[in-house]
Every structure is written in structure tokens, then in C-alpha cells.
């Protein structure tokens, strides 16, 4: 167990607004005023940190917002950015220049997977692609051009367990940057206790978890933080995936709230998982003995917050998985719709949505098949209840 808990973090979070309110106010500017010229200069200059010049570059309430996430994960500094592709982006074009190379999981989101399968070659940056659950095969595909080790601590839509521990040890022999990308699963994992340089996450699903925003973060060391704000050749300053300042204070009021929703989301999700299993259905859940990486998470998570929200089972085909999921909305057991980290349950067929960027084979070698529905699991508080409808469902569209 940690000494410091994540959820203190949260706990400990206490920005006064301009009038004493109990939420800091919000810096409704994109510029600043300074009392004196030379000061500005010497901003501009790097000599002068900790300065509000312009919000592209650092603002109030974006920076709460970035301390607070990264408190929570133990780095000592963040950055948010517009959207998590606008973090991914920002962190791996900064490490990254022409000729470099990229050792990454190949079971992560769509969108990054086509960002290093189909941007990333046009600036002569290439991706290897590896089964991540395999620390041989990670170090084989490592040369003397890799500068980024990449994955996600429970990827999409697999729900596979990286090894953050192992893969840590192998970034620091070869003097690479681990990158993690928490999303799924965020207090559950403490990827910096565990050795990772830089965590990012989509802050659109879990963390502000109303399914009304969308807003990415990096946290990682205070130096890698100024060099993506840098104002000369800074990612996040140069391609300038800004949050706004009223985002920014809408996802720290819905932080509060993280590790309660988190022990319900995983509360909620053990049991479905369980119930399906014993219904005789595939079930992948990272909470059941079942699952390949089992215990490599029970050594390496938070125990209170439980095994995340994410089940996914296999409906055999993708009209059964339709079926079922049309069933289910019907039933208002929760929405056909992707994201993530929802009030309610979300449920969608990786295979033609969110994974629908890797390509029909290479989806097929990974272990994703059509038939696979994905359920980010609700809060619901009387989560027997909405099984029994899940149930039905099952029945009327014959899978069990
Ligand atoms: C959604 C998601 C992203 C991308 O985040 P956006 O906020 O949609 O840009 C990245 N990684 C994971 C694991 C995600 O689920």
C-alpha cells in the first residue's frame, strides 16, 4: 500500500476564489498585464518562470487544473491540453525528431494508433508495434533510434495489463522515455510510483466523467513540462492544443469527485463481469482470475479503487453485438455510444468504432473480434437491478 495515497491528493485540493469562494475563480484573460517592460522581455527570455504572459503558453485555471492531476499522480509538474490526442501529440513530437523511433504497445487507442501508424511516417518517425504483455519481444524491437517506450496501463479495448514495473527497468537500460497513458484507469494506477517518465491522460472520460468536455493532460518532471511550454520550440506552445480557462475549472470540480466514482465504476464492474462469466459468456475483465494479467495488476494497483469500469464481452458476431446493445439502450440501461467514464453504462463495438483505425488483420492477430462489445459500466447504485435487465437482454437476443 502507498504511503501517500492518490486519493489525498484530491483530498488536499484547496484553491480560494478572488472573493474567498470555495472554487478559485475563473482567469477569464488570454493575456496579462506586466508592470514594467523589461519584465516581459525577460519572460520571453526564460528568465523569469512562474509568469502569466499569455494563455497559450500558461494561465490560472488551466494550471490548477494541471497541478491537481499531477498532485494526484505524483509527478511534479502538468500541462492540459485541448483534447488527450492534443497531449499525445504534443509529448511524443517533442521527444521525437526525424529518424527517431518508437517502441509502442499495439493494443492502445484508435487514434493514437493511427497518429504513429499514419502521421508520425510523413516525419520519418516510425512505430513498432508489439504485444506489450511480452517484455522479450518489447526489447527485441528496441534500437539505438528508439527514444519513446509507449502504453497504456489497461488498453483499449483489450483491457490488457502492462507490466509498468518491467517496462520501466527495460526504458532506463536503454535510455528511453516511457510514456504511459492512464486513462482507464486512473487512481487505480500510480504509473510514476512505478517508474514511468510521463502520464498522460484523456481527461474526457474518468476523470471529468460527465461526458461534457473534452481535455488531455501530461504530467510528468518540471523539465519536460517547460520544454512543451517552451515559447522557442515548445509542442504544446508551438501547436497550441489550449484548454480553456472555463474547461479547465468545470474538470477540476468533477476531479473532486474521482475516487468515489471510481470505487463505484469498479464496484459496479466486478459484479457484471462476475454475473456474465457465470452465465457462460467471454468475459475480460482484469478483476477476474481468468484474466491473463490478473496478478501482474493485483501487484501493481491501489487495491481501494478496484479493477476499473471497462468489461468487455464477446457477442460472437457483429449482428449479435448490435443486437445486444440496441436491446440494451432500449432497455435505458445505457447508451450505444463511445467514450468512456460515463454516469451511465456506454457500450460500443470496438472492432467498427474506436479501434476501427487498425486495419481488419491486424485487429484479428491482436485478439479483438467483431462480435466484441465494449461496456464502460455506470454508477448505477443498484447495479443487481440493472443486471437482471442485462439479462434479458441477453435472452432476447439468444446469447444465452
Ligand atoms: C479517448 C482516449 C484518448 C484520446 O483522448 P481525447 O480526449 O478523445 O483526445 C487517448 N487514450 C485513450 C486510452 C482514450 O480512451
Redesign the pocket.
Known amino acids: 500500500m502507498m504511503k501517500n495515497k492518490p486519493a489525498d491528493k484530491i483530498q488536499d485540493i484547496q484553491y480560494f476564489g478572488e472573493y474567498g469562494g470555495v472554487n478559485p475563480s475563473i482567469s477569464d484573460s488570454s493575456t496579462f498585464t506586466y508592470m514594467a517592460g523589461k519584465t516581459m522581455e525577460m519572460v520571453f527570455d526564460g528568465d523569469k518562470e512562474g509568469c502569466y504572459l499569455y494563455s497559450r503558453h500558461m494561465n490560472p485555471s488551466t494550471g490548477y487544473l494541471a497541478e491537481a492531476v499531477s498532485n494526484m499522480e505524483f509527478t511534479e509538474a502538468g500541462q492540459v491540453s485541448a ?4 497531449a ?1 501529440s504534443s509529448t511524443i513530437l517533442q521527444i521525437c525528431s526525424a529518424g527517431d523511433h518508437i517502441v509502442s504497445s499495439r493494443t ?2 484508435g ?2 494508433y493511427a497518429f504513429m501508424k499514419n502521421f508520425l511516417p510523413k516525419l520519418q518517425i516510425n512505430t513498432s508495434f508489439i504485444d506489450i504483455t511480452n517484455i522479450n519481444e518489447v526489447e527485441k524491437a528496441i534500437t539505438d533510434k528508439t527514444k519513446i517506450l509507449y502504453c ?1 496501463t489497461m488498453s ?1 479495448p483489450l483491457l490488457e495489463v502492462a507490466d509498468v514495473r518491467a517496462l520501466s527497468k527495460l526504458a532506463k537500460k536503454h535510455g528511453l522515455k516511457l510514456v504511459v ?1 492512464n ?2 484507469t486512473p487512481l487505480i494506477f500510480s504509473p510514476s510510483a512505478l517508474g514511468a517518465d510521463i502520464i ?1 491522460h ?4 474518468f476523470i471529468n466523467g460527465a461526458s461534457d468536455a ?3 493532460i501530461v504530467c510528468s518532471s518540471k523539465e519536460f513540462v517547460m520544454s512543451l511550454i517552451d515559447v522557442n520550440d515548445g509542442a504544446a506552445m508551438l501547436l497550441g492544443p489550449t484548454m480553456d480557462s472555463i474547461r479547465a475549472n468545470g474538470i477540476l470540480k468533477n476531479l473532486r469527485t474521482l475516487h468515489v466514482r471510481m470505487k463505484q465504476h469498479s464496484h459496479n464492474a466486478m459484479y457484471v463481469a462476475n454475473e456474465l462469466q457465470n452465465l457462460g459468456l467471454k468475459v475480460y475483465y482484469p478483476g477476474l482470475e481468468s484474466h491473463p494479467q490478473h496478478q501482474i495488476m493485483k501487484d501493481q494497483m491501489n487495491e481501494e479503487f478496484g479493477f476499473g469500469g471497462m468489461v468487455m464481452i464477446d457477442a460472437q458476431s457483429t449482428k449479435k453485438a448490435y443486437e445486444l446493445m440496441e436491446e440494451m439502450q432500449n432497455n435505458n440501461i445505457g447508451y450505444l455510444a463511445v ?2 467514464g460515463f454516469y451511465k453504462t456506454l457500450f460500443s463495438a470496438p472492432g467498427a468504432s474506436t479501434s476501427s483505425e487498425i486495419p481488419e488483420d491486424e485487429q484479428k492477430e491482436m485478439g479483438i473480434s467483431p462480435g466484441m462489445v465494449r461496456m464502460s459500466i455506470g454508477l448505477d447504485n443498484d447495479i443487481e437491478r440493472t443486471f437482471d435487465k442485462i439479462k434479458g437482454c441477453l435472452k432476447k437476443v439468444n446469447l444465452i
Open positions: 483534447s488527450g490526442m492534443g499525445i492502445i487507442y487514434g493514437t497504456e483499449n497513458d486513462t482507464f498522460i484523456s481527461l474526457t472520460k473534452v481535455g488531455g467514450s468512456l
